[in-house]
C-alpha cells in the first residue's frame, strides 16, 4: 500500500480556487452499472440522448473490417473524414475540425479563447460542459436565464461586456429541447462585437423540423466569428466511439488546431463516422423512429396531464413535480434509467430520451405508477 506522505496536501492547496470549485459533469447511469447495482436482467436507458437503433449496420462493418489496423496511431489530422465531411456540408476541409466527441471542442475553444477573468456568457439551464470547462480556463460564467424554456438571445447580447470573450448557444437547447430560430440568431450575429466568439452547438442538428432555424453555415461562409458544433454521438449512433466536429473560417481552425491534442480521435471512430456519413437511410429512419416516438409520448403524458416541452430534439423535458427523486429512483428500480435534472437547476423536472416503441410504452406504464 502506498504510504501518503505528511505534506501531500500542501500540492493541493496549489490548485486554483477556480478548478476546485467545478462541480464534475456526472452522465447517466450506464446500462450495466444499473444491472450490477439493482441485480437486473434487463434495463431500458433513456437518459443520455442516444440512438435507440444504434450505428449504421455499415459502420459496425467498417469497424470490423479495420480493427486488426489498431496498433498502428490514427490519421492525426482525420484528413480522410474531414473530406468526406466537407463534400457532405458543402464546405472546404480546413473549415472544419475533428474532436473526441463535440464536447472536446468545447474544451479546446475555452482553453484558447479565454483566461482567467475573461467571461462567457451562455443560457441557465444549458449543456453543462459550457460552464465547467469556462471555469476550468479560471473564467467567469455570465448564466443568462432562459424565458419559457427557451434561451432568451436579446439578454444574452445584453450581457455582453469588455469581458466577454464566448457565447455559447446550444440549438437545440440541451436540456430543453428548444431552439433560436432565425432572426434572434441574425441579431446575435449582427450585434455581438467582433472580437467575441459565438459557439452554436448543434448537436441534434438532424432532428430539427423548424422551418425557422438558422443557416449558420451561411455565417460561416461569410467570415463571421462562429464555430458550429455537430457530433456523431447523436443520430449517427456512435456515442460510444467520441467523434464530433467544428465548422468555422479557416483563421479560428488553425488557431484551435494549435490546441488540439495529437491522435484525438481514434481510428476506428474515423472509419465508423466515414461510413455513417454515406448510410442517410439509416439517418432517416432514426429521425421517422424519434418523431413517432415523439408524437406517441405527447399525447401520453397529455393524457397524464403532465407538463413537458415541445422539443426538437431526441429528448423530452418534462415536469414530475416535487417527489421528482422518488420517481426517477421508481423507475430505476423498474430497470428505465432516465435524467435527473437537478444539476441543470430544474429540480422538479426529469429528460426523458425518446426510444423504440417498447421502451416508450414502458416508461409511460411506470411512469404513471409512479407519478399515483
Known sequence: MLREEKNSDSLLKKVPMDILNVKPYIPGKPVEEVERELGLSKVIKLASNENPLGPSPKAIQAIQDNAKKVNLYPDGGCFYLKKDLAL?????AD???????SDEIVSIISRVFIQKGDEAIMGDPSFLMYSI???LSQGNVVSVPLIDFRLDARRMIEAITYKTKVIFISNP?????TIIGKDEMQEIVDEVPSDVLIVCDEAYYEYVDAPDY???????????????LRTFSKIYGLAGLRVGYGIARKGIISILNRARPPFNVNSLAQVAARVSLQDNEHVISGKNLTGQGKKFLYEK?????VLFIPTQANFIL????????????????????VRDMGAYNLPHYIRLTIGRQEENEAFIREFQKALQ
Open 133 to 135: 470547462d469556462t471555469r
Open 173 to 177: 437547447n440541451n436540456p430543453t429541447g
Open 95 to 101: 473549415n472544419i475540425i475533428v474532436g473526441n466527441g
Open 318 to 337: 418534462i415536469e414530475a413535480g416535487e417527489k421528482t427523486r422518488q420517481i426517477v429512483l421508481a423507475l430505476l428500480r423498474k430497470g428505465i434509467i
Open 88 to 92: 457532405h456540408l458543402g464546405i472546404e
Open 301 to 305: 403524458l397529455r393524457q397524464l396531464g
Open 214 to 228: 438558422p443557416d449558420t453555415l451561411s455565417w460561416v461562409k461569410q467570415g463571421k466569428n462562429i464555430v458550429v
